[in-house]
C-alpha cells in the first residue's frame, strides 16, 4: 500500500475526479459511436496507471487523453476537465529533475567488468501487456465486446511505461559508468547482493542513510557481522539516482536506483548512526503535553480518538465516493436504472462500512496500568511493559507496543481547530507520561475498560441518503 499512497497517486485521483465530472455532470462522450465511451474511459485510465511506472509516459498519455477527449467532448467544460488531467501529470513530471546539488568533486567511477542486465521483471511485464492489448484489439475487430476498448488501451499504456522505465534505468546505468560523477567519501556496510551507505554531513552530527541492490552478491570473508568500512560513493545520493560505491577496492554496480534517503544521528568515532538508550528515546517532551494532560493522576483514564468532524467527513466522502463510482461502472456497463441503484447501494454500504472502521470507530483509552483500543478490527487490552514504546511516524499513525501487542493509532491533522484532537506528537507525549507513571507503582491497577460502539443511526441515514443523491445524479 506504500507505494499506492506516493506522490503518483496524485495522478489516479485526478483520473478519478475526471471520471466522475465527465461521464456524471458533464454527458460523457458526444459522440453517439459505442467505441467513442470505452475508447475515452481507456485513455482516462491509462495515465493513472502508468504514472506508476513511468512518470514522464504517464504525461504524455495525460496530453493525449486530453486531445482524444477534446474531439469527443460536448462541451468546453469536458475539455477544460480533460486538460487538466493532463496537467496534473506533467507537473508530477517535473518533480523528476535533480535537485541543484553542492559543490562536490567530479570523477569517472571505475569501469566494472561488465553491466548487469538491470529491470528484466519490467521488461517481461512490459511485453506480456503489450501482447496483451494486441490480443485484446484483434478480439475486438473479430466482434469481440467493445467494452475491451478500454482494457485494451489501459493495458498498451502500462506496457508502454514499463518499456519505458526499462530503457531509462539501463541508459542511467551506463551514464553513471560513462560520465562524471560526483565523488563523495562515505561509511558502507556490504551485505549479500546489497550496500548500505552512510554520507557524513559536513559537521558531523548527522548522516545521510541509504541503500540499494548491487549486482555481486559476495561481501568480505573475514566480515563474521556486517560493518561499515570506508568507501567512495559515485553518483547523487538522492532517491531515484543510480550510485555506485567502492569499498576497499571491491566495486559495487548497482542493479537499482537509490531507495529512500534518510536523516539519521552520526556517531563520528564508530563510524555508525548515533544509537540512543531506549530509556531516553522515551522520554516525555514537556513542551508537547497539552495542559489537560499535564499532572494527570495515575490511574485517571484518558481517550484519543480522531476529531468527529473529520472523521464524519471522510466518512461521508468515501461512501458517496464508492457509490458514484460504482453507479458510473453500472451505466457504462449498459445497466440500467434498477442495476445502477443496486451497484450504488452495494458499493456505498462498503464505503461506509470502511469508513466506521477506520475513521469513526477507532479509539485509544490509557492510564498507568496500560492501554485498550478499538481498531479496524475489533477491541485489544495490554499492559504497559518495560520495553513498551511509542512513536510516530510523520505520517498520521503513532505505533504503540505494549504488552503482546503492536497499535497502530490514527492520527490526522485536528479538524477543525487545534484543540478538536490531539496532533500526533501530543498523543506521543501523553502516552509516554502514562508509560513513565507505571514504573513507579506497584502493583497496577489493570488497563481500562473498552467497548466496541454500536454503529450510529447518523451512519445509516448518511448511507441512504448517499445513495438517493448518486441515483439523482446520474440516474
Known amino acids: 500500500m506504500g507505494r499506492l499512497v506516493r506522490v503518483e497517486g496524485l495522478v489516479a485521483v485526478a483520473g478519478l475526479a475526471a471520471f466522475l465530472m465527465i461521464f456524471g455532470g458533464l454527458g460523457g462522450a458526444s459522440d453517439p459511436a459505442p467505441e467513442a465511451r ?8 491509462a495515465p493513472a496507471l502508468m504514472a506508476y511506472a513511468h512518470r ?11 486531445v482524444v477527449w477534446t474531439s469527443l467532448a460536448g462541451s468546453v467544460a469536458t475539455a477544460l476537465v480533460s486538460w487538466t488531467y493532463a496537467l496534473v501529470a506533467i507537473v508530477l513530471t517535473r518533480r523528476d529533475r535533480s535537485p541543484a546539488t553542492s559543490a562536490v568533486p567530479l570523477r569517472q567511477p571505475p569501469s566494472p567488468p561488465g553491466l548487469p542486465n538491470v529491470a528484466v521483471p519490467a521488461e517481461v511485464g512490459g511485453f506480456a501487456l503489450l501482447l496483451l492489448a494486441v490480443g485484446g484489439l484483434v478480439r475486438v475487430l473479430t ?5 475491451w476498448l478500454a482494457a485494451v488501451i489501459a493495458a498498451f499504456g502500462l506496457g508502454c511505461a514499463l518499456l519505458a522505465r526499462v530503457v531509462r534505468h539501463r541508459a542511467e546505468l551506463r551514464k553513471l559508468f560513462g560520465t562524471l560523477q560526483p565523488v563523495h567519501t562515505v561509511r558502507a556496510v556490504e551485505q549479500l547482493g546489497y550496500v548500505h551507505v552512510l554520507l557524513p554531513e559536513p559537521g558531523g552530527v548527522t548522516a545521510l542513510e541509504f541503500a540499494f541492490d548491487v549486482a555481486e552478491p559476495d561481501r568480505p570473508a573475514e566480515a563474521d557481522e556486517p560493518q561499515t568500512r570506508p568507501g567512495v560513493l559515485y553518483g547523487d545520493p538522492r532517491p531515484g539516482a543510480w550510485c555506485a560505491v567502492e569499498v576497499e577496492g571491491r566495486l559495487h554496480v548497482p542493479v537499482g536506483p537509490v531507495g529512500d534517503v534518510l536523516e539519521v544521528g552520526y556517531d563520528v ?4 548512526p548515533r544509537e540512543i538508550e531506549d530509556d531516553e528515546e522515551q522520554l516525555v517532551d514537556p513542551a508537547a503535553l497539552r495542559p489537560a494532560d499535564r499532572g494527570v493522576a495515575a490511574f485517571e483514564c484518558r481517550e484519543h480518538r480522531i476529531a468527529p468532524p473529520r472523521a464524519w467527513a471522510a466518512t461521508a466522502a468515501i461512501g458517496l465516493g464508492a457509490a458514484l463510482a460504482a453507479g458510473e461502472l453500472a451505466l457504462l456497463a449498459g445497466g440500467t436504472a434498477a442495476t445502477l441503484a443496486a451497484a450504488a447501494t452495494v458499493a456505498a454500504a462498503a464505503g461506509y462500512e470502511f469508513g466506521w472502521r477506520t475513521q469513526l470507530r477507532p479509539r485509544l483509552r490509557w492510564h498507568a496500568g496500560g492501554v ?9 487490552r495490554q499492559p ?13 499513525t503513532v505505533v504503540l507496543t505494549a504488552g503482546e501487542s503492536v497499535l497502530t493509532v490514527p492520527v490526522p491533522p485536528p479538524w477543525p481547530s487545534a484543540e478538536s484532537q490531539r496532533n500526533a506528537d501530543q498523543l506521543v507525549a501523553a502516552l ?29 441515514l448518511s448511507w441512504l441518503a448517499s445513495v438517493v443523491l448518486t441515483v439523482l445524479i446520474l440516474g
Open 432 to 460: 509516554r507520561d502514562a508509560r513513565s507513571q507505571s514504573f513507579e507503582i506497584s502493583p497496577l491497577q489493570p488497563p481500562p475498560e473498552i467497548e466496541v460502539p454500536r454503529r450510529p443511526v447518523a451512519l445509516y
Open 38 to 45: 470505452w475508447v475515452g474511459l481507456g485513455v482516462l485510465v
Open 143 to 147: 466482434g469481440g465486446p467493445v467494452s
Open 269 to 272: 568515532v564508530q563510524g555508525l
Open 56 to 66: 514522464g509516459a504517464a504525461a504524455w498519455a495525460g496530453v493525449l487523453a486530453a
Open 384 to 396: 504497559w511493559a518495560t520495553d513498551s514504546a511509542v512513536v510516530h511516524d510523520d505520517s498520521g
Open 372 to 380: 485498550a483500543a478499538v481498531g479496524f478490527r475489533g477491541p485489544d
